[in-house]
Nanobody, 118 residues
Framework: VQLQASGGGLVQAGGSLRLSCQASGTTFTNYAIGWFRQALGKEREFISTISRFGSEVYYTDSVKGRFTISRDNAKNTVYLQMNSLKPEDTAVYHC????????????WGQGTLVTVSS
């Protein structure tokens, strides 16, 4: 599977963005999809994940209640709706795939930059 993240941009604090992760190349429903981010000078951080058919979702504490992950398997796409954005959400956001029930996210797409101004 190949992944391409999009939807990043510049937004003011308190605003919203929706990121998309478009997949191609193989059976999309074979994969759980996760979102990760990496801010400048910091380590990559797990944000959220969604199971193959969307029945299970998880979030890191810092985004709970603000971010929502979803997937449309008919469109081979996973979304990350980000509301109430904060300057500390500024980072490059990547989506990644893990096969089946694995938590080994070993397929990565190019990231999309989110910048939140104060």
């Amino acid at each position: 599977v190949q992944l391409q993240a999009s939807g990043g941009g510049l937004v003011q604090a308190g605003g919203s963005l929706r990121l998309s992760c478009q997949a191609s190349g193989t059976t999309f429903t074979n994969y759980a999809i996760g979102w990760f981010r990496q801010a400048l000078g910091k380590e990559r951080e797990f944000i959220s994940t969604i199971s193959r058919f969307g029945s299970e979702v998880y979030y890191t504490d810092s985004v709970k209640g603000r971010f929502t992950i979803s997937r449309d398997n008919a469109k081979n796409t996973v979304y990350l709706q980000m509301n109430s954005l904060k300057p500390e959400d500024t980072a490059v956001y990547h989506c990644a795939a893990a096969l089946g029930l694995s938590t080994d996210y070993n397929i990565w797409g190019q990231g999309t930059l989110v910048t939140v101004s104060s």
